[in-house]
């Protein structure tokens, strides 16, 4: 039954808990069913929460529970001389939010673009995407053009210059493996959902400021998001580090940019979630545990760094100098600012990414030639892409980023 405004009932007085669990739980539902607003994310709680414009997932406690309870129903207690209106019961709040129901719908990852699922299928349909339990808020005025089954070899062409010839031209690689890498950081948040297990940090280095490793990462970030990074620091203890880590993964952002790293790098924090398929560990401010699929793409920057080899064996290097005391000096860009043009094209780069993925799926979606230890499931799928639409050098400099870390193995070899 429904009252007059059209909320459902909860009679709260002579009932057992359980019962009134169970209808709060079906107003609950069909609320979800009419506008989905609350998921369950490791056996927790959440819902979508603006900021900045744009939606981000945040755990639900007891407090807003309480006040989503209050708005989905009318709560009353009934007696002889009649029904009278009541506060929703804290100990229904408490218990929603302790024990939620396994038919919320999962959620992993909040997306501003289209990407693949687990299925090669492409996810291009802004909302709720059960099968690959991610949300696709698409911005206003954001558009892809349609992407080619089989794309063909023009269009590959095409894409490939748009990122080679427009995007990345004015960065002065070191190498063709540092410029694969790039685009390699490029095309992974578009199929991370590919790619069981976990995948390496994108370590953006350059001999000294000003060079334009931060302007790239940036831009990493910015195609994949459509949003200005907000990039985290190393803490200045493992344990800060450890709970930014926990902060950023709880907020379920598909790209993470660590900028500026100064010292050395060396976290055994760090070198966990990298290799970790979800992350254990306590939210700020509370007791329980929470278990946090770690699904996003990493990024790092940094001015010549000093890696331990535990970290070096979970990056690969994109490495640029621009051979000039005065990096920040330079002009004659192709497009300045390049920030700008990105927003503006953000689309048909979107669709170039897209579309030399579709070529490989289209192609029987081979395995890449070269492998790299605890990542192989990413270097079958980014090295299989890359090799497909026939850019080389994907882990051309990992020896040498082994060995410039790896200075106790120097000494003793």
Do not use: C
């Amino acid at each position: 039954p429904a009252t007059t405004n059209g909320y459902p009932i909860i009679v709260v007085n002579g009932r057992q808990l359980r019962d009134i669990l169970w209808d709060t739980w079906q107003i609950v539902h069909a609320a979800n069913a009419r506008n989905t607003f609350l998921f369950r994310r490791s056996g927790r709680l959440v819902r979508l929460a603006i900021a900045g414009g744009s939606p981000q997932m945040e755990f639900i406690d007891d407090t807003v529970m309480y006040g989503t309870l209050a708005r989905l129903g009318d709560w009353v207690r009934r007696t002889e001389d009649g029904e009278f209106d009541v506060m929703p019961p804290h100990d229904v709040a408490k218990d929603l939010v302790a024990s939620p129901d396994s038919r919320l719908p999962p959620l992993d990852a909040i997306v501003t673009a289209p990407v693949f699922d687990q299925d090669m299928k492409l996810a291009a349909a802004p909302g709720y995407h059960l099968d690959a339990a991610l949300w696709y808020h698409k911005p206003n005025d954001f558009e892809v053009p349609p992407v080619s089954e089989n794309p063909s070899g023009d269009e590959v062409e095409h894409a490939k210059a748009l990122l080679i010839d427009e995007l990345l031209v004015d960065f002065p690689f070191v190498s063709q493996a540092d410029r694969a890498h790039a685009i390699a950081a490029l095309l992974l948040p578009f199929v991370r959902r590919l790619i069981p297990g976990p995948t390496p940090v994108h370590l953006f280095e350059a001999p000294m400021p000003g060079s334009g490793k931060t302007l790239m990462a940036e831009i990493v970030y910015l195609v994949a998001s459509g949003d200005s990074a907000d990039p985290m620091t190393l803490g200045k203890d493992d344990e800060e580090t450890r709970k930014k880590i926990t902060s950023v993964l709880s907020l379920g952002r598909s790209v993470i940019l660590i900028d500026n790293v100064r010292a050395g790098i060396d976290s055994a924090n760090l070198a966990a979630a990298l290799t970790a398929e979800t992350w254990q560990d306590r939210l700020l401010g509370q007791n329980k545990m929470v278990r946090i699929p770690n699904r996003a793409v990493w990024l790092l920057t940094a001015n010549n760094p000093h890696l331990t080899l535990e970290i070096a064996r979970r990056s690969i290097r994109i490495r640029i100098e621009p051979r000039s005391d005065r990096p920040w000096e330079r002009d004659n860009f192709r497009h300045t600012p390049l920030k700008p043009w990105v927003v503006e094209n953000r689309g048909v780069l979107v669709w170039s990414i897209l579309t030399l993925i579709q070529a490989w799926i289209a192609g029987g979606a081979p395995r890449g030639p070269r492998t790299l230890g605890s990542f192989e499931h990413w270097a079958n799928v980014i090295g299989g892409i890359l090799e497909e639409v026939g850019i080389g050098g994907f882990l051309g400099n990992t020896e040498e980023l082994y060995e410039s870390a790896d200075l106790e193995g120097q000494e003793w070899r």
